[in-house]
């Protein structure tokens, strides 16, 4: 069964970087996704950015210049997924959930969410 566990986020000021971390282990299959969605309260969970086990990425438009993605498959043990998230706004502040999706390059319904991790942009 795979696990998430996410490290990172905070609070920071508008411009400034954070980066996000997911450490994923029990995977088994080597075609699957990672990424993040994000989700303020009140409204319904939107996808940020993914990429697949072949390298592949996806990001929203709204993160497109701003945010990275990125993963390090090299432990099989703990897979490991990144998101660098530079020139952060107002409206980048929710909830950011790390997600991993088996047996496809498609992050839609992913099958295991992370517990998530605030991130608050203020000024």
């Known amino acids: 069964q795979v696990q998430l566990v996410e490290s990172g986020g905070g609070l920071v000021q508008p411009g400034e970087s954070l980066r996000l971390s997911c450490a994923a282990s029990?995977?088994?299959?080597?075609?699957?996704?990672l990424g993040w969605y994000r989700q303020i309260p009140g409204e319904q969970r939107e996808l940020v950015a993914s990429?697949?086990?072949?390298?592949?990425?996806?990001?929203?438009d709204f993160v497109k210049g701003r945010f990275t993605i990125s993963r390090d498959d090299r432990d099989r043990a703990k897979n490991m997924a990144y998101l660098q998230m530079d020139s952060l706004k107002l409206e980048d502040t929710a909830r950011y959930y790390c997600?991993?999706?088996?047996?496809?390059?498609?992050?839609?319904?992913?099958?295991?969410w992370g517990q998530g991790t605030q991130v608050t942009v203020t000024g």
């Open positions: 990429i697949t086990s072949g390298g592949g990425t996806n990001y929203a």
């Open positions: 997600f991993f999706k088996d047996g496809s390059y498609s992050a839609v319904s992913p099958d295991v």
């Open positions: 029990g995977i088994r299959f080597s075609r699957n996704v």
